[in-house]
């Protein structure tokens, strides 16, 4: 039986940095007596793959063998778009691209290199140039669509997909 939720936060977490991963967010799910654990895990190198996925749920069969009885395992990564909102996804994307949209509509969306979101405030890095944005006049911060290899070398171009690319 697994114990707390903290417990099993902290042993996921030290699995995943034996990995290589990052715990984006952890969530626990009841719906109809099924028990769901959904974890969201980033890579700092590279987008979240299915295979990873799969080792992160095996791994984690080995260190807590009780997991999978007492919870359907999700394993997900954090998804194109995927919006920030705790103070661990603004910490494990810092150095990433992200799209701020603002409260009014008239303003302008800023796609940037997120530096930092402290004191109510979220600062980003702009054509070399680092902006910042009250956090109070900001609608949402979500991860900005880009090719992975346009990410690794932190490019703040936007790029559009066609159907051909998919």
Not at 17 to 37: P, R
Not at 90 to 104: A, R
Request: charged residues 30%; aromatic residues 4%; negative net charge.
């Amino acid at each position: 039986m697994v114990k707390s939720l903290e417990l099993l936060e902290k042993t996921i977490e030290e699995e995943l940095q034996a990995l290589n991963l990052q715990l984006v967010e952890l969530k626990k799910l009841s719906h109809n007596s099924i028990n769901t654990l959904r974890i969201v895990i980033n890579d700092p190198e590279k987008h979240v793959g299915h295979d990873q996925c799969t080792s992160v749920v095996k791994s984690l069969q080995t260190v807590l063998p009780d997991l999978t009885e007492d919870f359907n395992v999700e394993v997900w990564s954090p998804g194109v778009g995927r919006e920030l909102k705790s103070e661990r996804e603004f910490q494990v994307f810092k150095g990433k691209l992200v799209e701020i949209t603002f409260l009014e509509r008239k303003v302008k969306k800023q796609i940037g290199i997120l530096q930092s979101k402290e004191n109510n405030q979220i600062t980003l890095l702009v054509n070399e140039e680092e902006k910042i944005f009250d956090y109070s006049l900001i609608q949402k911060v979500s991860l900005a669509l880009c090719k992975p290899e346009e990410n690794q070398q932190q490019n703040t171009e936007p790029f559009e997909i066609s159907v051909e690319d998919i």
